[in-house]
C-alpha cells in the first residue's frame, strides 16, 4: 500500500542548530514528492518539490531536501533554524505526472527554543 | 493579490444540522480539493474536482457534499450524516498545463458541532 512515515512527531531545536525532518515512503515507482509548511491554524505553504534530476533540491526559506531512492527518503534540512521555523512540517507524495491523489504523512511539529 | 479564500475562519453548528463551507480561488485553477485534517492524521482528501460540474470522492467522502457550478468555487457541506464532523477543512487548487504542479492551499475552516 502507499503510505508516507514521518517518523518524528515532535522536534525540538534550539535557534542556530541545523535541523533534519525524515520522510520516508512507500509506492510503486518514484513518486512527486512535496514538503509543506502549516503555521498554526494556518493552511499549508509549499516549501520545496521533487520531480526528477538533481536528487538535492532548494526551496524557500533556506530549506533543502533530498531525494535517496535507495532508502526511499525525502529528509528536509535546514542548516539553520530560526525561531520563526516553528510549525508543522508535512512530507507528501502524489502518482506520476497527476497530483490529484497527494498521500500526506501525519506531520512533525517544530519547536524552536532561543 | 491571487489567492485562496475560505469563509468563515470558525464555524459552530448544532449537531444534525448541515453546514456549508466556503471556498473561493482567484488564481485561474482548473482543479480544486477539500481536505479534513485531525491532529495527528496529516491531511486526508474528502473530494476533487478537475473542472467545472464534474468532481470526484477522494477517501473519505461519506457525510460530505460538493458542488463546482463556477471554476473560482468549491463549496463543501457537512451533512447530518458526517458521524464526527468536528475538524479543520482545508481547501486548494492546482493549476493545470505542468505535470505535477503542485496543490495551494487556503487558510482553513475550523468545523466545530456541538
Known amino acids: 500500500a502507499q503510505s508516507v512515515t514521518q517518523p518524528d512527531i515532535h522536534i525540538t531545536v534550539s535557534e542556530g542548530a541545523s535541523l533534519e525532518l525524515r520522510c520516508n515512503y512507500s509506492y510503486g515507482a518514484t513518486p512527486y514528492l512535496f514538503w509543506y509548511v502549516q503555521s498554526p491554524g494556518q493552511g499549508l505553504q509549499l516549501l520545496l518539490k521533487?520531480?526528477?534530476?538533481?536528487?538535492l533540491v532548494q526551496g524557500i526559506k533556506g530549506f533543502e531536501a533530498e531525494f535517496k531512492r535507495s532508502q526511499s527518503s525525502f529528509n528536509l534540512r535546514k542548516p539553520s533554524v530560526h525561531w520563526s521555523d516553528a510549525a508543522e512540517y508535512f512530507c507528501a507524495v502524489g502518482p506520476p505526472y497527476n497530483t490529484d491523489k497527494l498521500i500526506f504523512g501525519t506531520g512533525t511539529r517544530l519547536q524552536v527554543f532561543p | 493579490d491571487g489567492g485562496i479564500t475560505q469563509s468563515p475562519k470558525y464555524l459552530f453548528r448544532k449537531e444534525g444540522q448541515n453546514v456549508t463551507l466556503s471556498c473561493e480561488q482567484n488564481l485561474n485553477h482548473d482543479a480544486m480539493y477539500w481536505y479534513r485534517q485531525d491532529p495527528g492524521q496529516g491531511l486526508r482528501l474528502i473530494y476533487y474536482?478537475?473542472?467545472?460540474?464534474?468532481?470526484q470522492k477522494g477517501d473519505i467522502a461519506e457525510g460530505y457534499s460538493v458542488s463546482r457550478e463556477k471554476k473560482e468555487s468549491f463549496p463543501l457541506t457537512v451533512t447530518s450524516a458526517q458521524k464526527n464532523p468536528t475538524a479543520f477543512y482545508l481547501c486548494?487548487?492546482?493549476?493545470?498545463?505542468?505535470?505535477?504542479?503542485?496543490?495551494?492551499f487556503g487558510p482553513g475552516t475550523r468545523l466545530t458541532v456541538l
Open positions: 521533487y520531480f526528477s534530476g538533481d536528487t
Open positions: 486548494a487548487s492546482r493549476g493545470q498545463g505542468a505535470p505535477g504542479n503542485e496543490q495551494f
Open positions: 474536482s478537475q473542472i467545472v460540474n464534474d468532481f
